[in-house]
C-alpha cells in the first residue's frame, strides 16, 4: 500500500511537471490543420494558460504568426496558380482581398511582437491573443469557403501538394525561432524546478537549452532525484507545483468565461 501512493505521487507529479512547460515540437502545432479543431474553449484554455509569462505570451503569439503567414503564403500562391489557369477574376479579386486583411492582421501581431509583452497583463494578454486568433481564423474560413466554391476536390488536391514544400521552406526560419524560444521558456520553468528540488546547477539545463537532450530526458532527471527524496519532501514538491498549475487552470477557465458571448472564430485551421 505505501509503494501504491509513492508510484502515485510520483506520477502526479510527471504529470504537473509535464503542464507546466510547452512542448518541444509545438513550433509545428499547425501540421494538424486539415482536422477540426474540435472544443474551442479547450484548447484556448491550454494556449492561454502559459500567457501568464511574458515569455509564454510572446511565443502564443509568435505560433500564431507563424500558422497566419503560413496561410498567407499558401493563399498567394493558390491566387497565382488560379490566374495562370484563367480562373474567373472576381472570384481572385475576392480572394486578393481577403489576404490584404490576413497581411494587415499580421502587421498588426508584427507591431505587437516588436512593443514586447512585459508591460501587459496576463489578461491583457490573453484577449489581445484570443481576438487576435479569432480574427485569424475567420479569415482562414472565408478564404476557404470561397476557394471551395472556386475549385473540386480534385483540383484542391492538386493545389495541396504543389505548395505544400515551397511554404513550409519558406517558414522554416521562423519555425527555428519559435523552437529556440520555447526551449527558452521551458529552461526558465526546468530552472525554478530544480532549484525547488534543491540542485539548480543542474547541467540538464545548459543541456536541454543546446539540444543535447530532450524536455522528456530533462523532466525524467527530476523524477528520479524526487523519487530519492522521502515521501514528505516529494508531496510538498508536488503540492506546490500543483498549486501554481491550478491558479493558471482557474485564470484561464475566468478569462474564457470573460469572452462567452464576444464571438468566437470556428472552422478549420488549413486553408486547402
Known amino acids: ?46 494556449e492561454i494558460e502559459v500567457m501568464s509569462n511574458p515569455l509564454g505570451a510572446e511565443i502564443r503569439l509568435l505560433q500564431l504568426q507563424k500558422a497566419l503567414l503560413k496561410n498567407i503564403l499558401k493563399g498567394e500562391m493558390v491566387v497565382d496558380v488560379l490566374e495562370d489557369l484563367g480562373f474567373d477574376n472576381d472570384n481572385i479579386t475576392e480572394l486578393r482581398d481577403i489576404l490584404t ?3 494587415e492582421l499580421n502587421d ?6 516588436d ?11 490573453a484577449q489581445i491573443f484570443v481576438e487576435n486568433k479569432t480574427l485569424a481564423k475567420n479569415l482562414t474560413k472565408q478564404f476557404r469557403e470561397k476557394l471551395i466554391e472556386t475549385l473540386n476536390e480534385m483540383e484542391l488536391n ?16 521562423l519555425a527555428k525561432y519559435i523552437q529556440n524560444r520555447i526551449r527558452q521558456f521551458n529552461r526558465n520553468q526546468l530552472y525554478r524546478l530544480y532549484g525547488l528540488i534543491g540542485d539548480a546547477d543542474n547541467p540538464y539545463i545548459a543541456e536541454y537549452l543546446s539540444g543535447e ?13 524526487i523519487n530519492n527524496m522521502t515521501k514528505e519532501k516529494r508531496f510538498l514538491i508536488f503540492s506546490e507545483i500543483k498549486e501554481e498549475n491550478l491558479k493558471k487552470k482557474i485564470n484561464a477557465e475566468a478569462f474564457i468565461d470573460q469572452m462567452h458571448g464576444k464571438g468566437k472564430g470556428k472552422g478549420k485551421k488549413g486553408l486547402i
Open 1 to 46: 500500500m505505501k509503494k501504491l501512493c509513492t508510484i502515485l505521487i510520483l506520477l502526479m507529479m510527471l504529470i504537473s511537471i509535464s503542464s507546466i512547460a510547452i512542448a518541444d515540437d509545438e513550433a509545428g502545432e499547425d501540421n494538424q490543420e486539415e482536422q477540426d479543431q474540435g472544443n474551442l474553449d479547450s484548447e484556448t484554455e491550454v
Open 158 to 173: 492538386q493545389l495541396r501538394q504543389r505548395i505544400k514544400d515551397l511554404v513550409d521552406e519558406q517558414l522554416e526560419s
Open 213 to 225: 537532450i530532450t524536455l522528456g530526458q530533462a523532466k525524467l532527471q527530476i523524477n528520479k532525484i
Open 101 to 103: 486583411k490576413m497581411k
Open 115 to 125: 512593443e514586447g509583452m512585459e508591460e501587459l497583463s496576463s489578461n491583457e494578454s
Open 108 to 113: 498588426t501581431i508584427d507591431d505587437l511582437l
